[in-house]
């Protein structure tokens, strides 16, 4: 009589894991507390995310994160269309005069049958000092920013998106302070 018991639990823990790794594994999808514009989380662990939505409860057309607690930065976007895996992509953060470009890949999340741009750095202190230097400047500047998102295949197509920056000073704040102080 304890062993159908126990093999219940074992599937109960296992759906509930399938289930937590399917909403880590899309986390470019907004969370339906996200407002429009930009925002930052935090929190106590010294992690920070940083992103743009473009209307409440919308997709994170781009979502930047610090996880300094696992030596992490991270780079997503929702904003890539349908398509299909792609190995090598770039994705470029760009003003006028200054950018910051990440290499990743763009991955299919056939649960939500939506594709995502994703790119996981592993970073000490000094890399992550070096990733603030390139991006701060690019954030800080006037004017919106162009997210270009460009597949490293010759069949695929460069995607561009302007965000405004109305609203990023203080969400910007809070992300330097965890991410680059």
Not at 43 to 51: E, M, T, V, Y
Not at 72 to 83: D, P, W
Request: with cysteine.
């Amino acid at each position: 009589m304890d062993r159908p018991r126990l093999h219940l639990s074992h599937n109960i823990v296992r759906w509930a894991g399938l289930a937590l790794a399917i909403a880590l594994a899309s986390p470019a999808m907004a969370d339906p507390g996200d407002k429009a514009g930009w925002s930052v989380n935090v929190d106590p662990r010294r992690r920070a995310f940083l992103q743009w939505v473009p209307e409440e409860g919308g997709p994170r057309v781009l979502m930047l994160g610090c996880l300094r607690d696992a030596g992490t930065f991270t780079t997503m976007s929702y904003s890539v269309g349908e398509r299909d895996e792609i190995e090598h992509v770039k994705l470029t953060l760009s003003t006028d005069h200054v950018s910051f470009t990440v290499d990743g890949r763009i991955t299919r999340y056939e649960t939500i049958r939506r594709s995502s741009f994703i790119s996981d750095l592993d970073v000490n202190d000094d890399q992550l000092g070096a990733i603030g230097r390139q991006l701060l400047p690019v954030l800080e500047a006037t004017g919106d920013v162009t997210m270009t998102i460009i597949p490293g295949s010759p069949s695929g197509a460069a995607k561009t998106v302007a965000l405004p920056t109305t609203g990023l000073a203080t969400a910007l704040d809070r992300f330097r302070t965890v991410c680059f102080r």
